[in-house]
């Protein structure tokens, strides 16, 4: 296996460990593992066009991004007093949106920017990277949302990217037995663990956008109000936060950060990764789809985080009914799990491939078949698929909410 894409150094992104066109070897692959390398791209022909999801150029932007991040919570672990550059941050990801819009065929979550080792740094780099990605998809909503503002300052999404950074930077505060507590456990009620939101408010507050500051602050409210803290009234009483009132970008976020956190239980600050693995994305997805999660998520927002996290992300090998082995080489958020997946010949060698048949199933057209397991997942009981045309398409929504914006506008029949 040759490598089509480098590999850099999860816990040092600047550093790269196999350039591309190296070979993988018996010596390389279990070292890449150690370093918690699961995942790498290698040249298959036939697929080259998948190379189109992971540009290098947006590659580079991540790294730049991920670097950013692991500075800052090395930096908010060690020391008392944390001093952000906001402009810094905001160059860094404004880096990365001008490359997703250049390259919209990478605008989807394919590729994690960091390795399980860090999982604290993973967290806070995936809930950042699906955040934009969300935000572009959701210019409509943000301008619906923040009607008071300019559209085109409605739609800077800088302040949604720096606040998805920092959304947990809290947690570097809390104690140990509450770290310990929450690791164990994920208990969202502890009142304990609570306080990170709190706490990382008072850390960025002054130093970042505000927009971004009210994302770590409200990450956790919920759209259903079940979430935390609440708003205090002129009494100092505190009331639930529901709907439109929750921040829009605080809505994204939290998408993002409950999305990652199913996905990854090992996210907080000492987790374990190897006690407490990973999941599929299709599983994740299809638990937000279930209650509590349901309800607790802007049902837009919900649409946007489907619409770029694919759950099964092309380029992942998977096994198909009748137990055979494919490729996922293309997708449609109207019917996520029902991708185009190519056929491969287990017997034939990759360098060889470009001289075989190849077999392309639109998974849409062929009800019958479907995904059955991916990285050793049965995942036969987590797929799910729409029960009526459009109820998957953000672009339908959006249609629909501009129509009504407009309608509103119109004056009244005399």
């Not at 590999?7 to 993988?24: C, E, F, I, Q």
């Not at 944390?82 to 990478?106: G, N, R, W």
């Not at 709907?243 to 374990?272: Q, T």
């Not at 185009?340 to 470009?354: F, G, I, M, N, Q």
């Amino acid at each position: 296996m040759v490598l089509a894409v480098p590999v850099h150094h999860p816990a040092h992104p600047s550093v790269t460990l196999l350039r591309r066109g190296a070979a993988l070897d018996a010596h390389s692959i279990p070292r890449l593992r150690d370093l918690f390398v699961h995942e790498v791209w290698i040249v298959y022909p036939g697929l080259e066009d998948l190379v189109r999801f992971v540009n290098p150029a947006v590659l580079a932007a991540y790294r730049e991004l991920t670097t950013s991040i692991g500075l800052a919570l090395d930096t908010a672990m060690v020391q008392s007093r944390v001093e952000l550059d906001f402009y810094a941050y905001k160059t860094a990801v404004m880096s990365v949106i001008e490359q997703l819009i250049e390259h919209p065929h990478a605008a989807v979550f394919v590729a994690e920017l960091v390795g399980g080792e860090r999982p604290f740094v993973r967290h806070a780099g995936n809930v950042c990277t699906l955040s934009l990605l969300m935000g572009l998809r959701l210019e409509f909503y943000l301008v619906r949302e923040r009607a008071r503002l300019k559209t085109t300052d409605a739609r800077d999404i800088s302040g949604l990217g720096v606040g998805a950074i920092f959304h947990d930077i809290g947690m570097s505060r809390l104690e140990q037995p509450v770290l310990d507590r929450w690791n164990a456990t994920r208990d969202e009620s502890d009142l304990a663990w609570q306080r990170h939101a709190q706490i990382g408010f008072e850390m960025v507050r002054g130093d970042v956008d505000p927009a971004a500051a009210a994302v770590v602050l409200n990450h956790h409210q919920r759209f259903d109000g079940s979430g935390f803290p609440g708003r205090a009234d002129v009494a100092g009483m505190r009331h639930p936060v529901a709907g439109s009132d929750v921040h829009v970008f605080a809505r994204i976020v939290g998408a993002a950060d409950l999305f990652d956190r199913l996905r990854h239980p090992a996210h907080a600050p000492g987790a374990d990764a190897r006690k407490t693995p990973s999941i599929p994305a299709v599983r994740a997805l299809n638990l937000l789809r279930q209650k509590p999660h349901r309800e607790r998520l802007d049902p837009v927002v919900f649409l946007a985080l489907l619409s770029v996290a694919p759950p099964y992300p092309p380029g992942s090998l998977v096994t198909i009914t009748g137990g055979r082995m494919a490729v996922v080489v293309d997708w449609t958020p109207a019917d996520p799990c029902r991708p185009t997946v190519e056929v491969l010949d287990a017997s034939v060698v990759p360098c060889r491939a470009a001289d075989r048949k190849r077999e392309r199933i639109d998974l849409r057209a062929r009800p019958t078949v479907r995904i059955t397991s991916i990285d050793g997942h049965d995942v036969t009981r987590d797929n799910f698929f729409p029960t009526f045309d459009g109820e998957f398409d953000l672009a339908r929504v959006a249609r629909v909410l501009t129509n009504r914006a407009e309608g509103d506008l119109k004056p009244a029949a005399a």
